[in-house]
Each structure stands twice: as C-alpha cells, then as structure tokens.
C-alpha cells in the first residue's frame, strides 16, 4: 500500500492536466462484515458449495446490523457471490437506498474439505486418507493460500475504498478470507488456531483509510447478545454443535 501519487494538501491538488486528485487526509471507512448464521441441519462444511442459505437467526442478525449501520454515511455496498453473503448484505444496502455490488474476490477460501463433516470428534478428520491435507498448516496444506486471500482481500478492500472514496463502504464477507486480511494489516503471521479468530458471525472489522493508506483497523460486534455462544471467538468446541465451519 502507498500513496497515491500528486497529494499535497488539506484541500486537494490537481495534476498538469487540471484534474482534481484525492488528498492523503481523506478519511474513508470500509466495513468488512461477516455473514449472519447459515441453516445447515447436516453440520457440513458449506465452503463455497450453493444453496447454503441464512437462516432465521441470520436474518434476525443481519436487520441488527443494518439497524446499526442505518446512520452511518453509506455510499457503496458490497459482498461476496454466496447466497449467504448477499443475503446478509441486502438489508444494509436497502437501508441506505444502494444496488448491491457483488465482487467473486470476496468469496470464501477454497477447502478441500467442502461439503464434508468437520466437527470434533467425528467428520472428516477421522478419515486416514485425509490426513494427507493436513501436513502444511502454514500454506496451508487442504486449501487456498493464506497468501492469495491477502491478495484477492487486499483488492477487493481497495476497490470498495474508492466507491465510497470520502464516506464508508459496507463488504460482507466470510471469516477465513476476513481473519487473514486483517492479520496481515495488523502484521501478524497468517497461520493461527481457528478457534481463536475475532470474528464472530455478523460482526464488523473496520478498516478506516486516510487516503489509500489503511490507518487504523477496529473490531465490533453489533449482533452479539444472539451469537450462540459456543460460536463466539475463544469459545471451546462443543460436541454436535460446531460443525458448521463453512464462515
């Protein structure tokens, strides 16, 4: 990330041609938001596999979010192709009178565990031939690179920084791709232990830019009082019902 070229002032410059360019101090905010609860009744990792729908809790947390979102200075919103992503996205870009963008950068992480039982104690781990997968955790190993999500993340992050160049863009996407993207703006390493990721169905992880420079990076939770609590970042695994990891 740098600085567009030709920034000088408060008040804007312009090139040699007369154009008006933006200024390093303009503030743009982008929220990246992840989905709201999927109805998934057989605990499958839905990955990007079609037809995975909110459910009514998901709804219920996506109007909260848009309700939380009402006053802010909306201009541009965006997600990810997914059923659930958009779905969680219409209610905010409704609120604000916005069409929905949809952008495939924003799309989950590809796993090759897609469409298959990942809980504790059972699924797919269990599976002899599928520990073959599991020998490089920092790439890591069952799915896309950590490195490419920085990439495709750190694009669409950018592309929805100058829609709404000025005022605050909405990106819902999902938690893998969100974690990752922040972990690498806040400069830690890429690979982690999923369960502790700070980034809890329906929530908000904020990047405000001054100018194209990423300045500062908060996190918040508007739907949290009905987040089931096992779902929550930190919590333990609980048998039977963490299986829906498809974020």
Aim: proline share 5%; glycine share 8%; hydrophobic share 35%.
């Amino acid at each position: 990330m740098s600085d567009a070229n030709g920034m000088s002032d408060e008040n804007g410059t312009s090139d040699e041609n007369g154009t008006s360019r933006e200024t390093d101090n303009d503030i743009t905010v982008v929220h990246v938001m992840r989905h709201g609860e999927v109805a998934n009744p057989d605990g499958v990792l839905y990955g990007r596999l079609p037809g995975y729908h909110l459910s009514e809790l998901g709804r219920r947390m996506a109007d909260r979010v848009a309700e939380h979102l009402s006053e802010r200075d909306v201009t541009h919103v965006v997600a990810s192709p997914l059923e659930r992503a958009r779905e969680t996205a219409e209610p905010i870009a409704k609120a604000h009178g916005l069409d929905l963008a949809t952008d495939e950068r924003l799309i989950e992480a590809e796993n090759i565990f897609q469409g298959k039982t990942f809980g504790v104690g059972d699924g797919a781990l269990r599976q002899p031939g599928n520990w073959k997968h599991l020998v490089n955790p920092f790439r890591p190993s069952w799915g896309e690179p950590y490195v490419d999500q920085v990439v495709r993340m750190m694009s669409a992050l950018s592309t929805a920084k100058d829609r709404a160049r000025g005022h605050e863009a909405v990106v819902v996407s999902h938690q893998l791709p969100i974690w990752i993207v922040r972990s690498y703006v806040e400069r830690r390493r890429l690979w982690h232990d999923p369960r502790k990721r700070q980034c809890t169905l329906a929530s908000l992880t904020t990047f405000t830019f001054r100018g194209d420079r990423i300045v500062s990076v908060g996190y918040t939770e508007p739907a949290r009082d009905l987040v089931p609590a096992h779902l929550l970042a930190g919590a333990k695994p609980v048998k039977g019902k963490d299986k829906a990891f498809g974020a």
